[in-house]
Nanobody
Framework: QVQLVESGGGLVQAGGSLTLSCAASGNTYSINIMGWYRQAPGNERELVAE???????NYADSVKGRFTISRASTKNTVHLQMNSLKPEDTAVYYC???????????WGQGTQVTVSS
């Protein structure tokens, strides 16, 4: 099993910034993909951003140019820097760890991000 601990959610005004962090522990693997998904009420869970162990990133079109995902030197911690936040970014944000070899998915418990207008 892989355990994920998320932090950094909260309430911010439109135009503001927040940073989310996710730390993986347990049965981690040297090859993995870590990312952030979000789910707003009534909507499906959607990809926000993800990063491979090699540093390749992928972003949803709606956040390109505003959000940046990065890995800490430990490789099992990722950060999501969110700038120029909009009310439509309001959602529960979930960290996902995709473990290499079998590519098993593990999910965090979710952290609320609320952007007020």
């Amino acid at each position: 099993q892989v355990q994920l601990v998320e932090s950094g959610g909260g309430l911010v005004q439109a135009g503001g910034s927040l940073t989310l962090s996710c730390a993986a522990s347990g049965n981690t693997y040297s090859i993995n993909i870590m990312g952030w998904y979000r789910q707003a009420p009534g909507n499906e869970r959607e990809l926000v951003a993800e990063i491979t162990t090699g540093g390749t990133t992928n972003y949803a079109d709606s956040v390109k140019g505003r959000f940046t995902i990065s890995r800490a030197s430990t490789k099992n911690t990722v950060h999501l820097q969110m700038n120029s936040l909009k009310p439509e970014d309001t959602a529960v944000y979930y960290c996902r760890y995709q473990r290499g070899r079998a590519w098993t998915n593990y999910w965090g418990q979710g952290t609320q991000v609320t952007v007020s207008s």
